[in-house]
């Protein structure tokens, strides 16, 4: 099984903060994915990252891929209230040979409030 | 247009009782999944499908049995329900394993 630690499990923070998000494994992944859940709805993908060391921008949202393919983070920079939701980071373990299945972490719940 | 779906939404029924979920998509996929999430919102495959063909079977009792009829469309029939089946099932669709995966709006099952 692998395995991905999201921390923080919560965060409440107030408009216009900085904050980060992160994802852990002693376990390499080949891609690693982040999505966004709000309730009553399913995941919806953020962004992918498949290359050690990558970095990649969604307008305030930045996510980075370790150079060891073990870890990824998501910086939400100048939150809003529309950020709010669950963030999930998902890993891919070896692309060709797990057949699509992803290792899901456990979330984190993002609430922002105005 | 909705892209993935899934019916019923909500799902409540007793213990012992035999329920179906269905999902279809839209996106030309030709492969699907079901997921289950628990009450702490942690996300397990349960099933993955490939033009019709079964590709993951996770360790799930085998009173779940998946089935799809066609590459657009996956059901999950569950017999004898009880309590620890209470969750919310994703359904979701890829093009390929190695592609992303987009998910369904879930169907909440309560066993009372």
Known sequence: TQLLEQSPQFLSIQEGENLTVYCNSSSVFSSLQWYRQEPGEGPVLLVTVVTGGEVKKLKRLTFQFGDARKDSSLHITAAQPGDTGLYLCAGEADRGSTLGRLYFGRGTQLTVWP | ?112
């Open chain 2, 1 to 112: 247009d909705t892209a993935v779906s899934q019916t019923p939404k909500y799902l409540v029924t007793q213990m012992g009782n035999d329920k179906s979920i269905k999902c279809e998509q839209n996106l030309g996929h030709d492969t699907m999944y079901w997921y289950k999430q628990d009450s702490k919102k942690f996300l397990k495959i349960m099933f993955s499908y490939n033009n019709k063909e079964l590709i993951i079977n996770e360790t799930v009792p085998n009173r779940f049995s998946p089935k799809s009829p066609d590459k657009a469309h996956l059901n999950l029939h569950i017999n004898s329900l009880e309590l620890g089946d209470s969750a919310v099932y994703f359904c979701a669709s890829s093009q390929g394993t190695d592609y992303e995966q987009y998910f369904g709006p879930g169907t909440r099952l309560t066993v009372t």
